[in-house]
């Protein structure tokens, strides 16, 4: 790069700045932000406040990740069809759609205006923290020039400073991702009927619900969705007294969910270490020397649907309490080369959302009838702030307190502190509608039967009293108030994964006034929610075969590397039986499956011997009707369903053939049937091939790992690309935390960065990193001289 070059480029980002507010406050260069690493690229930034620890986050993510970080920019300024065309597919939260439907959401969804004036009722430290991360992306692009960024955006134009209005649209976007997010491609598909009418499509509850789980990020049947798991235990599990956190989100590999490992600290008011997702200035999952959390996406809505009664004249005219309401359209367009066709489209919202359309799901838009989509967390910029208290926390009462102001989007919360005090908590954005409201407010027998099938609520939107119950004591009237969400302080244990507050601690009861928006109870479970409930039973009872009865910090790590795969547990001793009394029977293909599985261990480690067949034998048998011998009981939750039911002749022959087919598949993908796990699920790192443990979502394997948009085993093996991310462990002594991690991935989404799947290895061996918490302990783990910036 040029010195003219370099000159352009710092005026443009001082443009950029000075034009957003974004400049840091006081005098330029009067104050420095420090930044060390440690072992791995760990980042330990400090400064005097929150805008230094900002800054110099923004700066330091960058250095791992910039590339990354300019696509999330492109992104959210709808430019992604400019720069690589509309035809060309990209993420938008966790699903793939092409660019010119990305550009379009997002300059029909995003409000500038509106994201400001929401944003300027944060707390000041909060609003400080969105300057100073905005001043330190765009210093690092001055201070590396953009001819000098990674190969993946050298040179690149699309790379350009970043404002703080792009910023609060980057935060938008995370909040949306369970709601509206989710939705784009559904509400850009609504086009009001022709005048002749449309009729009602005829779709059962079953296609509605299959149709439904590919919108929803923590139920969807291709998997790759979002998922965790979060453990804390209190003073009567633990053997010194001291709580115990285990985290462990499933997250994506690649892309913006991406966590990156940070530790923060403003000396004397916060020291808070663990990781974020990209483009965030604070730690969302973490520990400081009191208290840990963690988060699991939780099984609350976080939007509903209004069934509009329309005028049979005019299908953009909607009807409520008796009125007309004409929609609000709105031309969406995409900048297009001179002579090019135009690409547009016109979006229609009413008081209740934007209307979508889901046509295979029976969400249409007829001559009578359509429907609108409220997201609660539309304009919630509260989650900042709620991080931030829960970095200064003190306790499990304090995290919960730092939750009150509705700002966690959509996850639980899992806690434990030094005093042995463990949390469990819904206390995310969910509307304020009570299961009294869904009975008063029930739409047509259709619309309202898809909350029962796919878990989609539907309100009568003809009704003004169907809207949103308004607590004006809450943070944000028309989100429901913590004090009518389910909480749980215990000195014993509480557990979550992905499923609702049911099972949170299956001794203790939880409330039966929490609305079904929250979460259902008296339903089949994840496995994995079993399975974490089974392991943690068996090691307070000393019956796992681990020394003693406690849960500390050592055994929480060796309970989850155990990689026990409960599907295979549940099912395989007795198709192992089945196997040997009609062996006659059987193909040569069964044969061998049969075979394979009798000496398999049941379990998903690099050795293990059988994995790979199991997980294609049950990808597709557990789909097989009435598979089960023992169906799911409510009164014993964590042990039912199980069994094969081996004695129905047409779920023998279906389950059997199944088996010879996973044969088949494994062999076409150029593997013995006995393939070990770590021969077909690795990754190559600068030239050497690491194992990766674990198992899909549908095997019950509490360290998930999943190769999205792969339905099954290919030559090449399994392309693991979800899964295990951050985890953290972490329990207390007298100095601080005593913590232990792994970020499966790295620090780095460059490929040719030094952090680019560096803690792999580790993973792989299940091996942790002991984190460096206190200042010696950090001057002993640097890898290079601490980097200082004025700002």
């Given at each position: 790069?040029?010195?003219?070059?370099?000159?352009?480029l710092?005026?443009?980002?001082?443009?950029a700045?000075?034009?957003?507010?974004?400049?840091?406050?006081?005098?330029?260069g009067?104050?420095?932000?420090?930044?060390?690493?440690?072992t791995?690229g760990?980042?330990?930034?400090t400064?005097?406040?929150?805008?230094?620890?900002a800054?110099?986050?923004?700066?330091?993510?960058?250095?791992?990740n910039?590339?990354?970080?300019a696509?999330q920019?492109v992104?959210?300024?709808?430019?992604?069809?400019q720069?690589?065309?509309?035809?060309?597919?990209?993420?938008?939260?966790?699903?793939v759609?092409?660019?010119?439907?990305?550009d379009?959401?997002?300059?029909g969804?995003m409000d500038?205006?509106?994201?400001?004036?929401?944003g300027?009722?944060?707390?000041?430290?909060?609003?400080?923290?969105?300057?100073g991360?905005?001043?330190g992306?765009?210093?690092y692009?001055?201070?590396?020039?953009?001819?000098n960024?990674?190969?993946?955006?050298k040179g690149?134009?699309?790379?350009?400073?970043?404002t703080?209005?792009?910023?609060?649209?980057?935060?938008?976007?995370?909040?949306?991702?369970?709601?509206a997010g989710?939705?784009?491609?559904?509400?850009?598909?609504?086009?009001?009927p022709?005048?002749?009418?449309l009729?009602?499509p005829?779709?059962?509850?079953?296609?509605?619900?299959?149709?439904l789980a590919?919108?929803?990020f923590n139920?969807?049947?291709?998997?790759?969705e979002?998922g965790?798991?979060?453990?804390?235990?209190?003073?009567?599990?633990?053997?010194?007294?001291?709580?115990?956190?285990?985290?462990?989100?499933?997250?994506?590999?690649v892309?913006?969910?991406?966590?990156?490992?940070?530790h923060?600290t403003?000396?004397?008011?916060?020291?808070v270490?663990g990781?974020?997702?990209g483009?965030s200035?604070?730690?969302t999952i973490?520990f400081?020397k009191?208290?840990?959390?963690?988060?699991?996406?939780?099984?609350?809505?976080?939007f509903?649907?209004?069934e509009?009664?329309?005028?049979?004249a005019?299908?953009?005219?909607?009807?409520?309490?008796?009125k007309?309401?004409?929609?609000v359209s709105r031309?969406?367009?995409?900048?297009?080369p001179?002579?090019?066709p135009p690409?547009?489209?016109?979006?229609?919202?009413?008081?209740?959302g934007?209307?979508?359309?889901?046509?295979?799901?029976?969400?249409t838009?007829?001559s009578s009838?359509?429907?609108?989509?409220?997201?609660?967390?539309?304009?919630?910029?509260r989650?900042?702030d709620?991080?931030m208290?829960?970095?200064?926390?003190?306790?499990?009462?304090?995290i919960r307190?730092?939750?009150?102001?509705?700002g966690i989007?959509?996850?639980?919360?899992?806690?434990?502190?030094?005093?042995?005090?463990?949390?469990?908590?819904?206390?995310?954005?969910?509307p304020?509608?009570?299961?009294d409201?869904?009975?008063?407010?029930a739409?047509?027998?259709?619309?309202?039967?898809l909350?029962g099938?796919?878990?989609?609520?539907v309100?009568?939107?003809?009704?003004?009293?169907?809207?949103?119950?308004?607590?004006?004591?809450?943070?944000?009237?028309?989100?429901?108030?913590?004090?009518?969400?389910?909480?749980?302080?215990t000195?014993?244990?509480?557990?979550?994964?992905?499923d609702?507050?049911?099972?949170?601690?299956?001794?203790?009861?939880p409330?039966p006034?929490?609305?079904?928006?929250?979460g259902v109870?008296?339903?089949?479970?994840?496995?994995?929610?079993?399975?974490a409930?089974?392991?943690?039973?068996?090691?307070?009872?000393g019956?796992?075969?681990?020394p003693?009865?406690?849960?500390?910090?050592?055994?929480?790590?060796?309970?989850?590397?155990?990689?026990r795969?409960?599907a295979?547990?549940l099912?395989?001793?007795?198709?192992?039986?089945?196997c040997?009394?009609g062996?006659?029977?059987?193909?040569?293909?069964?044969?061998?499956?049969c075979?394979?599985?009798?000496?398999w261990?049941?379990?998903?480690n690099?050795?293990?011997?059988g994995?790979?067949?199991?997980?294609?034998?049950?990808?597709?048998?557990k789909?097989?009707?009435?598979?089960?011998?023992?169906?799911?009981?409510?009164?014993?939750?964590?042990?039912t369903?199980?069994?094969?039911?081996?004695?129905?002749?047409?779920?023998?022959?279906?389950?059997?053939?199944?088996?010879?087919?996973?044969?088949?598949i494994?062999?076409?993908a150029?593997?013995a049937?006995?393939?070990?796990?770590g021969?077909?699920?690795y990754?190559d790192?600068?030239?050497?091939?690491?194992?990766i443990?674990?198992?899909?979502?549908?095997?019950g394997?509490?360290?998930?790992?999943?190769?999205?948009?792969?339905?099954v085993?290919?030559?090449?093996?399994?392309?693991i690309?979800?899964?295990?991310?951050?985890?953290q462990?972490?329990?207390?002594?007298?100095?601080?935390?005593?913590?232990?991690?792994?970020?499966?991935?790295g620090?780095?989404?460059d490929p040719?960065?030094?952090y680019a799947?560096?803690q792999?290895?580790?993973f792989s061996?299940?091996?942790w990193?002991?984190?460096?918490?206190h200042?010696?302990d950090?001057?002993?783990?640097r890898?290079?001289?601490?980097?200082?910036?004025?700002?």
């Amino acid at each position: 790069m040029t010195k003219r070059q370099n000159l352009a480029l710092a005026a443009m980002a001082a443009a950029a700045l000075t034009a957003c507010g974004s400049m840091p406050s006081g005098a330029p260069g009067a104050r420095n932000v420090q930044i060390e690493r440690t072992t791995y690229g760990v980042a330990h930034i400090t400064a005097s406040d929150y805008e230094g620890l900002a800054y110099g986050t923004a700066y330091a993510y960058a250095q791992d990740n910039v590339c990354q970080l300019a696509q999330q920019l492109v992104t959210v300024r709808g430019e992604r069809s400019q720069y690589f065309g509309p035809a060309a597919t990209s993420q938008l939260g966790l699903r793939v759609v092409p660019n010119a439907q990305i550009d379009l959401f997002i300059r029909g969804h995003m409000d500038d205006a509106a994201l400001a004036k929401a944003g300027a009722t944060a707390s000041a430290d909060a609003q400080m923290a969105q300057r100073g991360y905005v001043a330190g992306y765009n210093r690092y692009l001055q201070d590396t020039g953009i001819a000098n960024l990674p190969a993946d955006c050298k040179g690149a134009a699309w790379v350009k400073p970043m404002t703080v209005a792009e910023l609060a649209r980057v935060t938008e976007q995370s909040m949306i991702l369970g709601g509206a997010g989710a939705l784009a491609d559904a509400i850009l598909g609504a086009a009001p009927p022709p005048r002749t009418g449309l009729a009602e499509p005829n779709v059962t509850p079953k296609q509605a619900a299959h149709e439904l789980a590919r919108y929803s990020f923590n139920n969807n049947p291709q998997g790759g969705e979002l998922g965790s798991n979060g453990w804390a235990f209190g003073r009567n599990a633990t053997p010194d007294g001291a709580g115990v956190l285990l985290g462990n989100p499933h997250f994506p590999w690649v892309g913006v969910n991406r966590f990156w490992q940070m530790h923060l600290t403003i000396p004397g008011k916060v020291d808070v270490m663990g990781a974020t997702t990209g483009s965030s200035p604070v730690v969302t999952i973490g520990f400081n020397k009191d208290v840990a959390w963690t988060h699991t996406v939780s099984t609350g809505k976080r939007f509903t649907l209004y069934e509009l009664a329309l005028d049979p004249a005019d299908p953009t005219t909607y009807i409520v309490d008796g009125k007309p309401k004409k929609m609000v359209s709105r031309v969406v367009s995409l900048p297009v080369p001179a002579g090019s066709p135009p690409v547009q489209v016109t979006q229609y919202s009413t008081d209740w959302g934007p209307v979508l359309v889901i046509p295979r799901a029976g969400i249409t838009w007829s001559s009578s009838t359509a429907y609108a989509i409220r997201d609660a967390n539309t304009m919630n910029v509260r989650s900042g702030d709620a991080w931030m208290a829960m970095a200064r926390a003190r306790n499990v009462g304090e995290i919960r307190s730092a939750m009150a102001n509705q700002g966690i989007p959509w996850v639980n919360t899992i806690a434990a502190d030094r005093d042995g005090n463990a949390l469990y908590a819904d206390f995310s954005v969910v509307p304020d509608v009570s299961a009294d409201m869904l009975r008063r407010c029930a739409p047509s027998a259709r619309a309202a039967g898809l909350l029962g099938a796919a878990g989609i609520p539907v309100l009568n939107g003809s009704r003004s009293d169907c809207a949103w119950n308004k607590d004006a004591s809450v943070a944000s009237p028309g989100v429901m108030s913590t004090a009518n969400m389910p909480a749980i302080v215990t000195a014993d244990w509480v557990q979550n994964s992905n499923d609702s507050f049911w099972l949170s601690n299956p001794a203790i009861t939880p409330s039966p006034a929490i609305s079904p928006l929250v979460g259902v109870t008296n339903t089949p479970q994840r496995l994995r929610t079993r399975s974490a409930i089974m392991e943690i039973r068996g090691r307070l009872a000393g019956t796992d075969g681990l020394p003693g009865n406690k849960m500390g910090v050592n055994e929480v790590r060796t309970v989850l590397f155990r990689d026990r795969n409960l599907a295979a547990m549940l099912t395989v001793p007795e198709l192992v039986t089945a196997c040997a009394t009609g062996n006659a029977a059987l193909t040569p293909e069964q044969a061998e499956g049969c075979r394979v599985l009798a000496a398999w261990e049941k379990t998903n480690n690099v050795e293990s011997r059988g994995a790979p067949l199991f997980r294609e034998f049950w990808r597709k048998a557990k789909d097989i009707p009435n598979v089960w011998r023992v169906p799911f009981n409510p009164a014993d939750p964590v042990n039912t369903p199980a069994g094969l039911n081996m004695a129905d002749a047409t779920v023998k022959a279906a389950v059997l053939k199944a088996l010879g087919d996973a044969v088949g598949i494994l062999r076409a993908a150029g593997y013995a049937a006995d393939v070990p796990l770590g021969q077909a699920q690795y990754r190559d790192v600068r030239g050497t091939r690491v194992a990766i443990p674990g198992g899909d979502e549908f095997e019950g394997v509490l360290n998930k790992v999943e190769s999205q948009g792969q339905p099954v085993l290919t030559a090449g093996g399994y392309q693991i690309n979800y899964g295990s991310s951050y985890i953290q462990a972490v329990t207390f002594d007298a100095r601080g935390p005593v913590a232990h991690a792994i970020l499966t991935y790295g620090q780095g989404s460059d490929p040719a960065s030094p952090y680019a799947y560096d803690q792999l290895p580790l993973f792989s061996g299940k091996q942790w990193q002991a984190l460096p918490f206190h200042p010696d302990d950090v001057k002993a783990r640097r890898i290079a001289a601490p980097l200082v910036l004025a700002y």
